[in-house]
């Protein structure tokens, strides 16, 4: 059974900076996209930034300049570095990534719990 295990949130200032960390673990035959995704409160679920297999990065927006989202491959991880952050960046942050399992089964999307990012004073 695959698991996607976010890390990383908490409190900080306007201004400030924070970064996120995500691993999956389990039954992983491979890892295909990687991805961040948020919803603040009272707004629907966005995309942050995604990031493939190979490296090459895509980003909502609104966060361009200030977020970087990275993946390590051989420990099954993908990070996003916040800088920088707003009062509007708070938000519960979510780990989103196309799994296969083993040889013989197709691309399954799993998501992280969530880790809870507070940009305030």
């Known amino acids: 059974q695959v698991q996607l295990v976010e890390s990383g949130g908490g409190l900080v200032q306007p201004g400030g900076s924070l970064s996120l960390s995500c691993a999956a673990s389990?039954?992983?035959?491979?890892?295909?996209?990687m991805a961040w995704y948020r919803r603040a409160p009272g707004r629907r679920r966005e995309l942050v930034a995604t990031?493939?297999?190979?490296?090459?990065?895509r980003y909502a927006d609104s966060v361009k300049g200030r977020l970087t989202i990275s993946r390590d491959n051989a420990k099954n991880t993908v990070f996003l570095q916040m800088n920088n952050l707003k009062p509007e960046n708070t938000a519960v942050y979510y780990c989103?990534?196309?799994?296969?399992?083993?040889?013989?089964?197709?691309?399954?999307?799993?998501w992280g719990k969530g880790t809870q990012v507070t940009v305030s004073a």
């Open positions: 989103n990534a196309g799994i296969v399992a083993s040889s013989t089964t197709r691309d399954m999307e799993y």
């Open positions: 990031v493939t297999s190979d490296g090459s990065t």
């Open positions: 389990g039954s992983i035959f491979r890892i295909n996209d």
